[in-house]
């Protein structure tokens, strides 16, 4: 998917919010090398999503949680 992407191991660690490339390639190593590790769902998620494969959740009467709060503000003033 990385590929199809075109994206660098550094993109891809920013999207997802990797530390660097490096945890990228570690992702991408033969699984049955020590340097293999497996990537999370969420970081899986996000590259499904950029890559246009998945669509995103539909909200569904959920506020959001800074209008709540500003709503709180105003009626106690």
Known sequence: MIEMLGYT???VAILVGASD?????????TPTTKS????????WRLLLLEAG??????????RNPLESAQDATDKSS
Do not use: T
């Not at 494969?53 to 959920?62: A, F, S, T």
């Open 53 to 62: 494969l998945v669509r995103p959740p539909k909200r569904k009467n959920i």
């Open 36 to 43: 293999h590790s497996q990537i999370a769902y969420a970081a």
């Open 21 to 29: 490339g490096r945890v990228v390639r570690r992702w991408l190593a």
């Open 9 to 11: 191991g550094e993109r």
